[in-house]
């Protein structure tokens, strides 16, 4: 295959990896002495020494035996993304995810391979088999997946992946440990053209990251939640939340000791008649998967639409668990706003939730709650019972304080009594999550997660708008046990709750007589 005609990038062929690698000299050559090995944890990854370290000892530094010259993958990477658009042509519209990528997978080896043929005939060491398989593999990574980031988002122990600057790099794993990453560039300005390449491949959703929109959140192929933020920050800063938990179910909770048995029961009736419940609390505690969870106790034949402003709860990718689900994911425009004051391309929330009341569906779920789209969840609750969402707050009483000011973002006409009055009509539970991590005496940490109280709204109170009733609480211990059931809720026993259950429980807890 012939290579493409210079256009100023670097050629590949003529980068280090073609070269003759020269030998470090040893200390006694004059040559800087390598630093001893870094002890590693039982999980394989470079463990986090004690208080007192250098800062050059916790530089985060490349896994061990990674072979590859990343300039050079950049730049293949960009040969290879130009003959794939060119090869796709109109084709890319009708060619699925599988096909592109075999496509592009046969690019990548033809320009291995008349690159390494160059080598030879300049008289340049080729790559071993092993070398041409990491680079290929690497190359593929960088067009398709996540490039140097793949190895640690495919990596199970890793929840989340926390970047302060492309060589400060941070992974806490799923048990609350923290260790140190790899570079994962070799720039920050590499690293924020990595993302805006990323956020710019998607065919469907396709966002903007650059000076003028110095923000980025997205969903990845693997359902891990990306946020990124450039330009405004000292160096470029990322967070990628991997989901471990999807298709979960409250009684898979039980298991792992986040709620009784007896509040699993309850919340799958709640859910069963229709109630709809806010899952709050702070970040990191485990709420998607909460929400995952409750969504599990619907009818697997009823009909949902989900409304989102990043796919997170994913329920369209679970069949076994939910036929239909039409799931909407809001859009960020592009360009100028127009007298409309909205962007060109631009599709929000609020055309979601318009469009899905002709959809005939179920239930209405708008995901996660961080300003106006408080109102939406509203919307959507009023035109339809057994609605779930999720918000930020350290208690639950907080949630609605919480819930109250995002409803009035919205707009001026968002008064707080009206937001108080809608929010009380509308919300029947708030399930609070809370977790703490505990130091083991082999020095990892254990992470856990609660539920730590489950209240019930209602309207009244003339000055607050809104009554609450505490149905489970925690106190001092990781259980929720059982306080004071309103008497409108004791209508849940029909649908499966244990009430004989809460009401000896409460008894035996003080909470009632």
Request: charged fraction near 25%.
């Amino acid at each position: 295959m012939t290579m493409p005609v210079d256009d100023g990038r670097p050629d590949p062929r003529s980068l280090p990896l073609f070269e003759s690698r020269t030998r470090r000299p040893t200390p006694a050559e004059g040559g800087t002495p390598r630093r001893p090995p870094r002890p590693r944890s039982a999980s394989g990854l470079h463990a986090v020494t004690a208080v007192g370290e250098s800062a050059e000892d916790l530089t985060p530094r490349r896994a061990a035996g990674t072979d590859v010259d990343w300039a050079v993958v950049a730049a293949f990477r960009s040969q290879a993304s130009e003959l794939l658009t060119k090869q796709l042509g109109d084709d890319r519209l009708h060619m699925d995810k599988a096909a592109q990528e075999a496509l592009g997978r046969s690019i990548i080896v033809e320009l291995l391979e008349a690159a390494a043929a160059d080598a030879v005939t300049a008289g340049r060491p080729s790559l071993t088999l092993t070398q041409q398989d990491n680079l290929a593999q690497a190359i593929f990574n960088a067009l398709f997946r996540m490039g140097r980031l793949q190895p640690l988002v495919e990596d199970d122990r890793v929840e989340n992946i926390i970047i302060t600057g492309y060589d400060r790099v941070w992974l806490e794993l799923a048990d609350g440990t923290r260790l140190p990453g790899p570079p994962v560039a070799d720039s920050d300005q590499e690293l924020i053209d990595f993302l805006a390449f990323l956020a710019s491949r998607s065919e469907v959703n396709a966002r903007p990251f650059s000076e003028a929109q110095p923000r980025l959140h997205l969903r990845l192929d693997d359902g891990s939640r990306l946020a990124a933020t450039a330009w405004v920050t000292p160096r470029p800063s990322v967070v990628i939340r991997r989901h471990r938990l999807t298709e979960v179910t409250l009684d898979d909770l039980v298991t792992r000791g986040s709620l009784s048995p007896l509040a699993a029961s309850f919340l799958t009736a709640a859910i069963r008649a229709r109630l709809s419940v806010v899952v709050s609390g702070p970040q990191g505690f485990g709420k998607t998967t909460m929400a995952r969870a409750l969504c599990g106790a619907f009818d697997p034949a009823e009909s949902v639409a989900t409304l989102e402003s990043e796919y997170e709860l994913a329920l369209h990718e679970m069949p076994g668990q939910h036929a239909i689900v039409h799931a909407w994911e809001s859009r960020p425009g592009s360009g100028e706003r127009g007298p409309d004051g909205r962007t060109a391309g631009e599709f929000t929330l609020s055309d979601a939730l318009f469009d899905s009341f002709r959809f005939t569906v179920g239930r209405t779920i708008v995901g996660e709650i961080r300003g106006p789209e408080a109102w939406l969840m509203i919307k959507a609750m009023e035109s339809g019972s057994g609605s779930i969402s999720t918000t930020h707050s350290v208690d639950a009483a907080g949630a609605m304080r919480k819930l109250t000011t995002c409803a009035m973002e919205f707009g001026p006409q968002i008064t707080h009594e009206l937001a108080t009055l809608k929010l009380a009509e509308t919300i029947d539970l708030i399930v609070q999550l809370d977790m703490d991590s505990e130091s083991l005496p082999n020095g990892a940490v254990r992470r856990r997660r609660w539920v730590s109280e489950i209240i019930a709204i209602t309207p009244g109170e003339k000055e607050k708008g809104y009554a609450t009733t505490t149905v489970f609480h925690a106190g001092d211990t990781r259980r929720a046990t059982a306080q004071t059931l309103p008497d409108n809720l004791r209508r849940l026993e029909r649908h499966g709750f244990d009430l004989a259950g809460f009401l000896a429980e409460a008894r035996t807890h003080g909470a009632i007589s």
